[in-house]
């Protein structure tokens, strides 16, 4: 039986998406597309369902908008030296605009300021920056995800228990970094998620946040965090996981233990995430929104460049999906963004 509804989620998309009319397939009037734009895009991994899905937005509006788009991103979501040396080369190669995913909120300000310098717009999506020359924030609020994680797993634990979060933040470089100069680099994001997911259980007595572990961006480093923390917490009743990586690893801890007692709510919407829905390992997600992520960036970028005003944010939202909701019309945009 859920083989069956997994398929018929798939068969359903494949019909929407010849139906669904996007608010992004048609340029507004006000944008001369007849000039061709050099922006460059560098986010935080070169591989995962998330990062794929903000390309692919991205290459939408490229397409739209006449936009030679040049995408980087380093190997890990831990390499910062490598984000920084990417934005540098944009700079030298004179970009037109930069749009930056950051890996470290104060490992990439520099580095952005030396952007806006060369006057070379720099828009940040996903995550934030700590440089106060950014044009503008598109992405999800942190904090509000972080919030509905917690107010679902919270549901799912009838408000009493022991829980764990699966965070990720950066490597042991960024420590080092932070020991030795005492500023923080870690990523928005992140911080953001967890702030808001404890700030909310905070309110509930009966939960206890017994551990917080941080994973880089392999799937392998966070299921052997899930793994120890299941170990040294027996009672543990619920798993929180703050992004696609994380996720993935905590899930297939609980697979391999077969600990169908334990309720997760993961973080993003990969083909692999809603096979975790139907089999009962998660219970739910909370996705953001890449495609847009992607598409409004590129888009924001050509009317920075032709001197229009674009907003100082850009919420893209976030939803919790499960069971119950994934068929509905409009959360298969968000899962299966297909472009016409």
């Given at each position: ?286 996705i953001q929104n890449p495609f847009s992520n992607g598409y ?27 069971l119950d909701n994934m068929l509905w019309p409009e959360n ?9």
């Open positions: 039986m859920k083989t069956f509804r997994f398929w018929l989620t798939l068969l359903m998309c494949a019909v929407l998406w010849t139906t669904v009319t996007s608010c992004f397939n048609s340029a507004p009037n006000y944008i001369n597309t007849n000039k061709t734009r050099n922006i460059h895009l560098i986010v935080k991994m070169n591989r995962g369902d998330y990062w794929n899905t903000v390309k692919l937005g991205a290459e939408a509006a490229a397409q739209e908008f006449n936009v030679k788009l040049t995408f980087k991103a380093p190997d890990s979501e831990s390499d910062i030296t490598e984000q920084v040396k990417m934005v540098q080369d944009s700079i030298k190669e004179k970009a037109d605009v930069i749009i930056l995913a950051a890996s470290s909120y104060m490992g990439l300000a520099q580095v952005v300021d030396q952007a806006a310098y060369s006057k070379i717009p720099v828009i940040s999506v996903d995550a934030e920056v700590g440089s106060a020359r950014v044009r503008t924030y598109i992405g999800s609020n942190g904090y509000e995800a972080g919030q509905k994680s917690a107010e679902r797993l919270i549901k799912l634990l009838k408000g009493y228990g022991e829980v764990g979060i699966i965070n990720f933040t950066n490597s042991t470089q960024s420590e080092e970094l932070e020991s030795s100069n005492g500023i923080e680099y870690g990523a928005r994001d992140a911080e953001e998620r967890e702030k808001g997911f404890l700030n909310y259980t905070a309110r509930y007595p009966n939960i206890q946040v017994v551990e917080i572990s941080y994973t880089t961006s392999s799937i392998k480093d966070a299921e052997d965090l899930t793994q120890l923390m299941l170990l040294k917490h027996p009672n543990l009743r619920g798993i929180a996981s703050l992004n696609e990586t994380a996720s993935q690893g905590a899930a297939m801890a609980i697979q391999s233990r077969g600990l169908q007692n334990i309720k997760m709510v993961a973080f993003d919407s990969s083909p692999s995430m809603m096979e975790l829905l139907q089999d009962g390992t998660v219970q739910a997600t909370v409004l960036a590129v888009k924001h970028a050509v009317e920075v460049i032709e001197g229009i005003d674009v907003p100082e944010r850009v919420d893209t939202g976030t939803k919790l999906i499960d298969q945009k968000l899962l299966f963004p297909f472009v016409r």
